[in-house]
Antibody
């Protein structure tokens, strides 16, 4: 079955960096784009952007340009999200999401939690 | 950006009751609308796509309808396991945008 398994919770200080991984299984990794969605505590869902898993080209939403980097380890069917120069407002759960050919988010990771606190 | 206005923000329903949640897009989205259910502490799960198509494995008490700018999710016969947050999302145009969510509780 299709699974997206994300890395565990992270506690970081402001200014540090964090990397969240998302390992896919149960399908051909390069056949589907991978999107990223942020959910701050008690808040709604915000689309961050996506990465073409065939070419490796990332596309970022305006609010996530600069400190956020999407990358791949295609041989390991893994997508990564790296956030640098962490700020308190980056405290959130970050979901990787498979995007199918019908333009639908049809499979979600369990979420990678990041807490930024001094 | 396309704004998705979702209502109500919260809703309380009795078991067996039929409930509806609405999303209004700031421009036409040509049925490129999905609904997700998120239970407490879990990741969202796809319920409905293309405005009215039921995702495999989703109970038939869930249904979606709408066109143009107005869309709705209906739950026909509230069950205990339906207590959750619900979000709409448009994929007609980038950036993809979500509604602000509806918290559905059992009365």
């Amino acid at each position: 079955q299709i699974q997206l398994v994300q890395s565990g919770p992270e506690l970081k200080k402001p200014g540090e960096s964090v990397k969240i991984s998302c390992k896919a299984s149960g399908y051909t990794f390069t056949d589907y784009a991978m999107h990223w969605v942020k959910q701050a505590p008690g808040k709604g869902l915000k689309w961050m952007g996506w990465i073409n898993t065939y070419t490796g080209k990332p596309t970022y939403a305006d609010d996530f340009k600069g400190r956020f980097v999407f990358s791949l380890e295609a041989s390991a069917s893994t997508a990564n999200l790296q956030i640098s120069n962490l700020k308190n407002e980056d405290t959130a759960t970050y979901f990787c999401v498979r995007f199918n050919s019908g333009y639908v988010m049809d499979a979600w990771g369990q979420g990678g939690s990041v807490t930024v606190s001094s | 950006d396309i704004q998705m206005t979702q209502s109500p923000a919260s809703l309380s329903a009795s078991l067996g009751e039929t409930v509806s949640i609405e999303c209004l897009a700031s421009e036409g989205i040509s049925n490129d609308l999905a609904w997700y259910q998120q239970k407490s502490g879990k990741s969202p799960q796809l319920l409905i796509y293309a405005a009215s198509r039921l995702q495999d494995g989703v109970p038939s008490r869930f249904s979606g309808s709408g066109s143009g700018t107005r869309y709705s999710l209906k739950i026909s016969g509230m069950q205990p396991e339906d207590e959750a947050d619900y979000f709409c999302q448009q994929s007609y145009k980038y950036p993809l945008t979500f509604g602000s969510g509806t918290k559905l509780e059992i009365k």
